[in-house]
């Protein structure tokens, strides 16, 4: 047992049970010098976390993005620690679909950053990746893809998959963690977000979907 904890339970133990209060104890414990240094420790793990946080944001992790520039994806994969890229098509609506799962996971996964890009704004990505039917959707941590989801066969080709079910897919690589204790019972959209972001919820989540409701393969 800490030393200051010990010498402040017996000065109390001596002057009888209820002869300090828990304010004066706890003022006998404000003059440890132990513990000003572990107070030190925690605000700086505080002003860390802060930082991080702001320099995440400042990134676009807690909200899914639209990239418009192929540049800009280019960079987002091969410098995020963590990311997901939907490449996917604006009138496919299987790619609605997968938008709005990922739309809704994003800000409870925000270690990861989340973004999809329209193929037809870089073919030089569809190539390297080897995209060939939407959506396709890759796994990318430290530069690297580890996984890649194509079309929704591994949900029975069907569209009514949840957003849990997409959630437990893309933990199977590592680049988002599933939510442990009672946040594991609770459905995606309706758990707490950790990091607030300033972006609104787009209304594509509401948009109508038009489109052929099956895979689309680009070789055809």
């Given at each position: 047992m800490d030393h200051k904890i010990q010498e402040t339970a017996k000065r109390a133990l001596e002057q009888g049970d209820d002869a300090l209060s828990d304010d004066e104890l706890l003022a006998e414990l404000e003059n440890d010098p132990e513990l000003e240094r572990l107070r030190e420790v925690r605000l700086n793990q505080l002003k860390s976390e802060i930082d991080?946080?702001?320099?995440?944001?400042?990134?676009?992790?807690?909200?899914?993005?639209?990239?418009?520039?192929?540049?800009?994806?280019?960079?987002?994969?091969?410098?995020?620690?963590?990311?997901?890229?939907?490449?996917?098509h604006p009138q496919f609506a299987r790619c609605k679909i997968l938008d709005s799962h990922l739309r809704t996971l994003a800000p409870h996964h925000f270690e990861t950053r989340f973004a999809s890009i329209n193929v037809e704004k870089c073919p030089f990505l569809v190539k390297k990746f080897q995209v060939r039917v939407l959506p396709c959707l890759l796994a990318v941590i430290d530069g690297r893809v580890v996984d890649r989801l194509v079309g929704f066969?591994?949900?029975?080709?069907?569209?009514?998959?949840?957003?849990?079910?997409?959630?437990?897919?893309?933990?199977?690589?590592?680049?988002?963690?599933?939510?442990k204790g009672e946040l594991a019972d609770i459905p995606v959209a309706q758990r707490p977000v950790a990091y607030?972001?300033?972006?609104?919820?787009?209304?594509?989540?509401?948009?109508h979907m038009v489109g052929n409701s099956s895979d689309v393969d680009l070789d055809n």
């Amino acid at each position: 047992m800490d030393h200051k904890i010990q010498e402040t339970a017996k000065r109390a133990l001596e002057q009888g049970d209820d002869a300090l209060s828990d304010d004066e104890l706890l003022a006998e414990l404000e003059n440890d010098p132990e513990l000003e240094r572990l107070r030190e420790v925690r605000l700086n793990q505080l002003k860390s976390e802060i930082d991080h946080v702001r320099t995440l944001r400042a990134r676009g992790h807690g909200e899914y993005s639209e990239i418009q520039k192929e540049e800009d994806m280019v960079n987002l994969v091969g410098k995020e620690g963590k990311a997901i890229a939907h490449f996917g098509h604006p009138q496919f609506a299987r790619c609605k679909i997968l938008d709005s799962h990922l739309r809704t996971l994003a800000p409870h996964h925000f270690e990861t950053r989340f973004a999809s890009i329209n193929v037809e704004k870089c073919p030089f990505l569809v190539k390297k990746f080897q995209v060939r039917v939407l959506p396709c959707l890759l796994a990318v941590i430290d530069g690297r893809v580890v996984d890649r989801l194509v079309g929704f066969e591994e949900f029975g080709n069907s569209d009514k998959f949840s957003t849990e079910a997409l959630e437990k897919r893309l933990a199977k690589c590592g680049v988002i963690q599933l939510p442990k204790g009672e946040l594991a019972d609770i459905p995606v959209a309706q758990r707490p977000v950790a990091y607030q972001t300033n972006q609104e919820a787009s209304s594509d989540t509401h948009s109508h979907m038009v489109g052929n409701s099956s895979d689309v393969d680009l070789d055809n």
